[in-house]
């Protein structure tokens, strides 16, 4: 399996933030500069480190596990004890994942603390989707039966700021098939606080600075 592969599924669908609004601009993957050798399936939560490592979640027979992959040599190991879930890089090689538990945090593969379910933080920002380095973190709250508010949370303070709202299910007519692209609006959020939202009324992906302003994309063709 091509490293690139394993890289390339995070924001893949939402493109460059240039100008007043973004043209469909074809992206050139760069080639392979390495191959893990063993098999693996259903690879999830990508987090790859200076060195080339790479974390994720893997699928086994008995559940799903933490591995990481050695692209230089091939090799794949587990990971016993690193929790499982959402991977969120932070600084250098630190990283927040999200668990069941809580917050974890860690450096590499050595988890270096916990922050408990009952934290203010952690439980303003329960369903937790980005981090970037300035201090805060993006979460998605239920509004309705078929939308979420996108919620920016203060890491120091819990202070919770509503920052817009996505469709969760849009709805299709009887009888209209469905779009081949997910009918559903997604949100992306970058280290340096960047909020990407991918649209589909019409097909679209706007962008938030940290400063607040939007940029928003022109209509993407869909066939």
């Known amino acids: 399996m091509k490293r690139i592969m394993l890289l390339s599924v995070v924001g893949c669908a939402f493109l460059a933030r240039v100008g007043t609004a973004q043209e469909v601009q074809p992206t050139n993957l760069k080639p392979a500069d390495a191959v893990l050798t063993l098999p693996f399936r259903s690879a999830a939560s990508v987090r790859e480190l200076r060195d080339g490592r790479v974390i994720f979640e893997m699928a086994g027979r008995t559940g799903a596990y933490a591995a990481i992959a050695d692209m230089k040599s091939g090799r794949m190991d587990s990971i016993p004890g690193f ?54 973190v993006v979460a998605l709250r239920n509004y309705g039966a078929d ?21 969760r299910f849009p709805g299709v007519r009887g009888g209209v098939p469905a779009p081949y692209y997910q009918n559903r609006e997604h949100v992306i959020y970058t280290l340096d606080g960047w909020l990407g939202v991918l649209r589909i009324a019409p097909y679209r992906v706007d962008w938030r600075s940290p400063a607040g302003t939007w940029t928003l994309g022109k209509p993407i063709p869909v066939p």
């Open 83 to 136: 929790p499982l879930d959402a991977v969120f890089p932070l600084a250098a090689d630190t990283s927040l994942i999200r668990a069941s538990g809580g917050w974890v945090f860690a450096k590499g593969i050595t988890v270096l603390g916990m922050l408990e379910a009952t934290n203010p933080v952690v439980v303003a920002a329960r369903n937790l989707t980005g981090v970037d380095s300035l201090g805060f």
């Open 147 to 167: 939308s979420s508010d996108v919620l920016r949370v203060n890491r120091s303070t819990a202070e919770v700021e509503q920052l817009v709202r996505i469709q």
